[in-house]
């Protein structure tokens, strides 16, 4: 029954920060527009200036729900490999998912020059997430693979960074023969950024999240098996490998389709999950799995606030911001995992 409280008091807290941080990365940037102005937008009743309404609408809304469901998915997605690798280090960035995802949408946008089948096959947003989405889903799976052979996580871990290493000179070679044109298209892209997308570039990500979310939601009570082992699994009766199949579609189909958009964004998939054990202080699935989303999606909301710096015409790419915010995160969890506090 103390849980039952503290768990609704923190999900409340958490409830009322991801409304608070949303209005906020709405209002702030080049133009400060109040809050007061942005509750009436949201609500239809329009902003007190014309200009600050289409910001709202046109710009700022847009990439604040690309933020949130950015934030959700790799969150979530690296709850789901720290679970299934039994691995604190584990996430999508890691394990070579997110390189994975890059060198498929490199090949589309540096590559289609040099093969213009895959160009002209992949080059509409759908294609784009389906290039990125295999890309992660077939990284995972070599990845997975390896685990079979090797037991050992730290191996694993440098086996999903070896992956990384190879997708990046793969990437530098396409690059070597690519034009200025694509090269400048795919810095960017490799920079990530939460704008520019228009509202049917955010219907296909939704939806696409929405569908890996689900699947994972399935698999919620199957994972606080897994937590203690292959066997352990087994002997409750969970068909371990259909969870574990279900559990790699899900992870690839977020991360593939969030690459797609936002680009390869860093340590949110690692990072947040960790934050969210420290603040419930609880390895079940059923909790963690909310938590995470909601953690996710603030943090990204901030790291987006961040990067769009009130006042300022500029805009910093947001996988520097995550990286800033997130390797000192991690190297504090490091910390904590030599002083055997790690959970």
């Not at 979530?76 to 070579?96: D, E, I, K, S, Y």
């Not at 964004?265 to 934050?275: E, K, R, T, Y």
């Not at 995470?292 to 790419?317: E, H, K, N, R, Y």
Request: glycine share 10%; charged share 10%.
């Amino acid at each position: 029954m103390l849980y039952t409280k503290r768990y609704t008091l923190l999900f409340s807290l958490l409830g009322i920060a991801l409304v608070a941080v949303f209005l906020v990365n709405i209002s702030l940037g080049s133009v400060n527009i109040p809050v007061k102005d942005v509750v009436q937008s949201l609500l239809g009743n329009g902003a007190s200036k014309s200009t600050w309404e289409y910001i709202i609408v046109n710009y700022r809304l847009p990439k604040a729900i690309t933020a949130v469901i950015v934030g959700m998915g790799l969150s979530v997605g690296g709850l789901l490999m720290q679970t299934l690798f039994r691995n604190p280090l584990a996430g999508p960035n890691v394990l070579g998912l997110s390189s994975g995802a890059s060198l498929m949408v490199a090949m589309v946008i540096l590559g289609g020059g040099i093969v213009p089948v895959v160009g002209s096959f992949f080059s509409s947003a759908y294609g784009l997430v389906l290039a990125s989405t295999l890309g992660s889903f077939m990284v995972l799976l070599a990845v997975l693979l390896v685990a079979q052979k090797l037991k050992d996580t730290m191996a694993i871990l440098i086996v999903g960074l070896m992956f990384g290493s190879f997708a990046s000179a793969i990437v530098g070679v396409l690059s070597y023969f690519s034009n200025a044109e694509q090269l400048q298209k795919f810095t960017f892209w490799a920079l990530g950024s939460l704008g520019n997308l228009s509202w049917e570039n955010i219907a296909i990500l939704s939806a696409t999240c929405i569908i890996g979310l689900l699947m994972a939601v399935a698999c919620i009570k199957p994972l606080n098996a897994m937590l203690l082992g292959e066997r352990y699994a087994r002997s409750m009766g969970i068909n371990f490998s259909r969870t574990r199949f279900i559990i790699i579609l899900s992870t690839s189909i977020i991360t593939g389709c969030v690459t797609a958009f936002a680009g390869p964004i860093a340590f949110i998939g690692l990072a947040v999950p960790h934050m969210a054990k420290l603040l419930f202080k609880t390895s079940s699935h059923m909790v963690l799995f909310w938590a995470t989303l909601l953690a996710g999606a603030i943090i990204m909301l901030i790291c987006d606030t961040v990067t769009q710096w009130p006042g300022s015409s500029f805009v910093l790419p947001i996988n520097a911001i995550t990286s800033i915010i997130g390797a000192p995160i991690v190297i504090w969890l490091l910390f904590r995992k030599k002083k055997g506090a790690f959970s």
